[in-house]
């Protein structure tokens, strides 16, 4: 066995089942070797960057580590984005790269870039391997860092490394994963303290209590506590929670907001929530956190509690005492959760802007008739399974996702929310459909995204991966329309000149239309879903709608009022 095969080998017997990239010299030993494992199957991606994300995505949904691969110079620098989404996600990725032959490696030769370097700030593990003699406990290390720290590993082979041969017993072992853990007793009785005595407490929560929802929910009742949920932590804990008041940030709510604001005691559960300006002052904090780092880098935290959500509540739980607080607090964010849910959920009708009230309005942010897009994502929530898994570009297709998309059932949720990066919803949609071609996978892209990455929706085609990629096509970069806006700037520079996105896609091979009617967008939604094919809705959405922050400040209106200003007067 040569080295490219006992990686590609090791993988297959790890559980990995998909690799990602694009094929080229130095790696042709370790395509090669894919090609002759059943176990495996080789997506071709059209640029590396989707190669990345789809592994990425992998990674999130399965916990197991992704896998994708660059070949010397360009086609490893092509990967970086992508594999810093999967550092900022947190989530263990092998990005296998090529190098020159290591007798040229320090010759400035054809390509040649110092991949250690390259790759130092968005890795765990980097390493180029000069010898075959260092595999496979090379390979070893790089996975099992990977695991241990939650990030990505590179793993750099020169040209002439692949075929080298390996002993017969040379066979990768790594390492489990480490078993989750409280915090000490110490912290939890601290901590349980400050609860027993607290009138009103808020949950913050996270990713990190994602899997922990039977605990997550039975705090919040002892403790009669409203519950902000993070983006990511919609998937597993919005369904069927009475205690969830929605997210917080420009795309949360007022509701949110005020129950953050009228706390007493904020609990931080699994979260690493980024907004400082979102999170109350004055408040005491608590922090629950398997990663130590995380604990006070966003607000000032009295108690901290350094373990994972599960076994932690586990044993908080019985110390807290069995009468609850009053409710007041909950009630009082609830019910305006409640109001403030029910007024945007006008917004969805189709008929909306055909009514008295909708007719006024629209003479202000609809004047051209356009489909509203939270008519799109309600007709997505009521149409896509319960088991569907949802990706979003960056901006505002995540705006729409957050308010009208309930994560019911085991509905799973993707997007770059940490990273922040444009491009990212259509990839990571590859990389969820190549999981399980049965399951329904939805993209919910902006045309700024989608244009970006475009020639990746042939793979969905060349591949038989049947997701359905829905496009907010209006025609901008809207969440910059709207900073710039606010700002008291007219709008400058985020205007986009579309082609037919549709006709484009059809081109490709999907199941591709174009909807600018509000009364076709359910009907044509249910037909690609239904396609079982790749599929394509283009659908022209209006872009004038603005998300209100919850806590709008005076100088974001006056901001905004200026800007419509010097837009009406350089457009006359």
Known sequence: ???????????????????????????????????????IEWIGVR???????????????????????????????????????????????????????????????????????????????????????????????????AYAQQGVAVLTLPGDIGDSKLPDDAAPRFAPPPAEAAAPVSQIQEAAAVLADADAVTLLVGRGARESRRQVLDLAERLQAPMVLTLKAKGGLEHDNPYAVGQSGLIGNPAAAKALDDCDVLFLVGTDFPYREWLPKGKTVIQLDARAEHIGRRINVEHALVGHVGPTLGALLPQLPEKRPSGRH??????????????????????????????????????????????????LNDHADPDAIFTSDTGMSTVWLSRF??????????????????????????GAQA?????????????????????????????????TFVVFDNGRLGMVKLEQEQGGLPEFGTELDNPDIAAVAAAMGLDAVRVTDPDEVAPALQRALASGRPALLDIVTNPDEVSIPPKPKVAQAWGFAIAKSKETIESA
Request: with cysteine; hydrophobic share 40%.
């Open 330 to 379: 909950l009630d009082k964010a609830t019910k305006a959760y409640a109001t403030w849910h029910e007024a945007q959920q006008r917004l969805t009708d189709p008929d909306h802007d055909k009514k008295l009230l909708g007719r006024l309005r629209s003479l202000g942010d609809n004047p051209d008739k356009l489909i509203r897009p939270e008519i799109v994502a309600k007709a």
């Open 435 to 467: 999981l399980d071609r049965s399951r329904q996978v939805i993209a919910c892209c902006g045309d700024g995204g989608l244009m970006m990455l475009l020639g990746d929706l042939r793979t969905a085609v060349t591949y038989d991966l049947p997701a």
């Open 1 to 39: 066995m040569n080295v490219a095969e006992n990686l590609v080998t090791a993988l297959a017997d790890h559980g990995v089942t998909t690799v990602w990239g694009v094929v080229g010299d130095a790696l042709n030993p370790v395509t090669d070797a894919i090609r002759r494992e059943d176990r």
């Open 47 to 145: 640029h590396e960057e989707a190669a990345a994300f789809a592994a990425g995505a992998q990674a999130q949904l399965t916990g197991t580590i992704g896998v994708c691969m660059g070949t010397v110079g360009p086609g490893s620098i092509h990967l970086l984005n992508g594999l810093y989404d999967a550092k900022k996600s947190h989530v263990p990725v092998l990005a296998v790269c090529g190098q020159v032959p290591t007798e040229e490696m320090g010759s400035e030769f054809f390509q040649e870039v110092n991949n250690d370097v390259l790759f130092s700030d968005v890795s765990v593990f980097t390493h180029t391997v000069t010898s075959a003699a260092q595999m496979p406990q090379i390979l070893e290390q790089a996975v099992n860092t």
């Open 405 to 430: 998309i309930e994560f019911s059932g085991t509905r799973r949720l993707l997007g770059s929310y940490n990273l922040g990066s444009m491009a990212n919803a259509m990839p990571q949609a590859l």
